[in-house]
């Protein structure tokens, strides 16, 4: 485990930290609750690490499981066709969330915003949020590449993830703590950046959708192209 690993993973984790899911949402609810709401807004952040540190567990266990069993057959002529096809088709579906489009075809603009509730309720909640965006974190699955090709151990890539997950929630932790010292000095601040997120928060889905499919389509792409049948 070098250096340059972890830089590059704790990079992708503070990438990670801005998504709608760990900031966009937890500032909505911070703003929306009053004060006793906050070990509810902490419950919802636990729902939200524990569910990606399992997702990544089993990413890592998968990943490596398929590459030992069937590499042959994920790197087949089929199998990029496959993942073509699924690039092409995220790709397609990312304009379905842009505002500028929607607005031409004369449909509502799409805005999401959480609901406040119980705990039952806040780790629905997280659990949702974590299902919408795990499949679009691109910055989550380059961290599980990354940690699947550069050989880690069980023992060694376990803490790693721990971390990564931790990193991804330590901007909303702070903004709560300096929110919690500051008073109500910070809130018209805050107050416009949850407009902003909430207002974006459909169109960077749409982005990362369209970051998503290309990216597979361009792999897929290069080996059909390039490699004899």
């Known amino acids: 485990m ?19 899911g760990t900031l966009g949402i937890p500032l909505v609810l911070m703003l929306t609750m009053d004060r006793s709401g906050t070990p509810r807004l902490f419950l919802y952040l636990a729902t939200v690490a524990v569910f990606y540190f399992l997702v990544g567990v089993a990413l890592m266990l998968g990943l490596s499981a398929a590459l030992e069993s069937f590499g042959d057959l994920l790197q087949s002529r089929p199998a990029y066709i496959v993942q073509l096809a699924l690039g092409v088709g995220l790709f397609v579906l990312s304009f379905r969330f842009d505002p500028k489009r929607r607005a031409k075809r004369g449909k509502p603009e799409l805005r999401f915003q959480p609901r406040v509730g119980g705990p039952a309720t806040m780790v629905t909640l997280g659990l949702t949020a974590g299902v919408v965006e795990v499949a679009t974190m691109v910055p989550y699955l380059a961290a599980i590449g990354l940690m699947t090709t550069s050989g880690l151990t069980t023992a060694q890539w376990l803490p790693v993830l721990a971390a990564y997950v931790l990193v991804m929630i330590l901007p909303i932790l702070a903004i709560m703590g300096v929110r919690a010292a500051a008073g109500k ?26 970051i998503v499919g290309f990216l597979l389509a361009r792999d897929a792409a290069y080996y059909l192209l390039l490699q004899p049948a």
């Open 2 to 20: 070098t250096i340059g690993l972890l830089l590059g993973l704790a990079a992708l984790a503070l990438v990670d930290s801005t998504s709608f």
């Open 185 to 210: 000095r910070l809130e018209p601040r805050l107050e416009r950046l949850r407009d902003w997120l909430t207002k974006h928060s459909v169109s960077a889905a749409g982005w990362a959708l369209a």
